[in-house]
């Protein structure tokens, strides 16, 4: 229990204190959420850490909220009084406050370790003693403490007696007394001669020439019989002490018991004595959302059901608001308890949970990438995968390059990310990252060219790769041709979505691409006319999901993808949307359709660039 309150978070520490004498205790500040007339909320501290100075967790805050470290903070201060403590941190609109107040026990001392050594002195030598040894010599410790103690007594009161017994005989005796003192020479001839007339020991002797003349009197040798009396009972208990066992652990039991009454009060802090009771995950919704992603790195979530339905040609809606000169270029679902692993050009990786991401509105512009992970300045996030459990056995991530290398590497080699990234792929200079997706290890692979060409192989002609390794070639490209996508084959029976920049697009089965060996040139997967402009996208895609696409422009539309015409590869596709003057997409992405949705208005037909050849 600690004197300023706070909460232990977790047992596990304690127990490991108890039962092995060394362990290390969570200890968080007491805070709560409050909303409110506005509907404005914020996080109130009530109680801190031992020893956490307020001031200093003040100025470290407000010092994090200026170097951006800290999000969702619009305010700061102390409204503590007499009455208690009462730390009150004002949250922005957008702030969640669950993610804060993690942030703040993450970054801060509001959260706080105390290491514990229960180290003791036994015998003379330093011990670390577990919990029942720790009683155990407490009790020694009492006990050695009660027997000297009573030992000390016994000889006091024993010395006592003697001195009263010696009275007793002096007032029996008192005109001898008297005339053996008057007869004789000196004091120490007194001291002898009474020793010798009465059988008195040579302290008696010298009490009885050091007592008062008024302890003569009748009252004073009742006081004397009264206390020899009591002297002997006490004697005698303490004689009964030394002897009993049991005498001594109920003295021990009733001084422990009378310093509770005397010194106790209400236990301060509080223990949660399973922490996974509170994590961060549980009181955050798990909800699929829509994560999106700008060319300058802005980056926001926003609930899928923000986003109606509409069939293929309609207007959409606006999708994501931007900065000038900035555009929408990633899109893609997941959710709010997954991790988000970001893949940069440069080949390194970084990981989050997804409910670390700022959530916006659709037309919101988000939040700098800078302040969401910590990925160095001259580094692009090019790809992004939502993962549910980092240590699945036989999951891989598989990635492909701008030049055409691919590379496979064990999930598991990523479940220690750092806050600063690791390695995921040694890349040439001349080369950038395009894609990683999560695989099983055992997975047909589809990889597109801005060429039109796609070439399909099994995962398994890639083996498994530490994560410094550079990878092998994936496809054979033309001259001035890149990689645009890297597709991950889900279903046996699958069909994949091939946009164009200019907003063309069709569905096509997976078996019309026949399977090759890793490095092949590949097969036509659209027909690229100044119409439907270069490739920027392949995508797999089942019946039962919508089809989102986003735009430079930030405008998003979603449709069902069952309503998008399904083509031959050598087809340009359909209008999947109407493009304003100097736009073009960015990125595509599916949804899974909830039958209740109402499909929204911007219905259309769409136009047929070309027929099926």
């Known amino acids: 229990d600690f004197p300023t309150g ?21 200890v968080r500040s007491k805070a709560n959420i409050e909303i409110n007339k506005q509907g404005k909320e914020s996080i109130v501290i009530t109680e ?22 800290l999000e969702g903070i619009s305010d700061i201060r102390d409204e503590s009084d007499r009455d208690g403590m009462r730390i009150v941190i004002e949250l922005k609109r957008d702030g969640v406050p669950m993610v ?21 002195l036994v015998n003379g030598r330093p011990r670390i003693l577990t919990l029942k040894e720790m009683i155990e010599e407490f009790v020694k410790h009492r006990l050695d403490v009660i027997i000297r103690r009573t030992k000390f007594d016994l000889d006091a009161a024993e010395k006592r007696a003697h001195i009263l017994e010696g009275f007793i005989i002096a007032l029996d005796n008192i005109e001898a007394v008297i005339k053996t003192i008057r007869e004789s020479k000196d004091a120490p001839t007194a001291s002898i001669n009474l020793q010798s007339r009465f059988g008195l020991s040579e302290i008696q002797a010298k009490a009885i020439l050091d007592m008062r003349l008024q302890r003569l009197t009748g009252l004073e040798r009742e006081k004397i019989q009264a206390e020899y009396r009591e002297i002997i009972e006490l004697i005698e208990k303490l004689r009964a002490i030394l002897a009993s066992k049991d005498l001594q652990m109920k003295i021990v039991v009733d001084e422990l018991t009378e310093l509770g009454e005397r010194f106790g009060d209400e236990r301060r802090t509080q223990v949660v004595y399973d922490a996974k009771d509170f994590t961060l995950e549980d009181m955050i919704a798990n909800e699929e959302v829509i994560v999106s992603i700008t060319h ?3 980056i926001k979530r926003t609930p899928v059901t923000t986003y109606r339905r509409q069939h293929k040609g309609g207007r959409g809606v606006s999708g994501a608001g931007t900065y000038e000169d900035d555009y929408v270029e990633h899109v893609f679902r997941a959710s709010t308890h997954h991790y988000l692993m970001f893949f940069t050009d440069r080949g390194r990786v970084y990981r989050i ?11 919101a512009k988000g939040r700098s990438l800078a302040n969401v992970i910590q990925k160095q300045s001259d580094e692009k996030v090019t790809a992004y995968l939502p993962i549910t459990d980092i240590e699945q056995a036989d999951a891989h991530i598989f990635m492909a390059t701008r030049t055409g290398t691919v590379k496979k590497t064990a999930l598991k080699d990523f479940a220690n990310v750092r806050s600063n990234g690791i390695i995921a792929i040694n890349l040439d200079e001349d080369d950038r990252l395009i894609d990683a997706r999560l695989t099983n290890g055992h997975m047909e692979i589809l990889i597109g060219a801005s060429s039109g060409l796609a070439v399909r192989f099994h995962e398994s002609d890639v083996r498994s790769m530490g994560r410094s390794a550079a990878g092998v070639r994936g496809i054979s490209l033309e001259k001035g041709a890149y990689v645009i996508s890297l597709t991950a084959v889900r279903h046996t029976d699958a069909q994949v979505i091939v946009v164009g920049e200019r907003g063309y697009g069709k569905r096509t089965k997976l078996e019309d691409f026949r399977m090759t060996k890793r490095g092949a040139k590949g097969v036509i997967a659209m027909n690229i006319t100044d119409k439907t402009g270069p490739i920027c996208a392949i995508l797999e895609v089942t019946d039962a999901e919508d089809l989102v696409v986003m735009t430079v422009n930030g405008i998003l539309i979603r449709q069902p993808v069952r309503d998008i015409r399904l083509l031959g590869r050598n087809a340009q596709g359909v209008k999947l949307i109407r493009l304003e003057e100097g736009d073009q997409i960015a990125d595509i992405t599916t949804v899974t359709r909830e039958e209740d949705e109402d499909l929204g208005e911007g219905e259309g037909e769409g136009e047929s660039a070309t027929t099926e050849s």
Do not use: C, W
Not at 6 to 21: K, L, S
Not at 353 to 363: A, C
């Open 6 to 26: 706070g909460i232990i978070y977790g047992y596990e520490g304690v127990r490991n204190a108890y039962t092995t004498g060394r362990g290390k205790i969570q």
């Open 48 to 69: 801190l850490p031992y020893q956490v100075s307020k001031a200093g967790l003040i100025e470290k805050i407000a010092d994090l909220v200026k170097a951006k470290s």
């Open 100 to 120: 804060v107040l993690n942030n703040l026990y993450k970054h801060t001392q509001m959260q706080v370790t105390f290491g514990v050594i229960m180290l003791a």
């Open 296 to 298: 300058n790195g802005y």
């Open 353 to 363: 949970k997804v409910y670390d991401i700022p959530e916006g509105s659709r037309n």
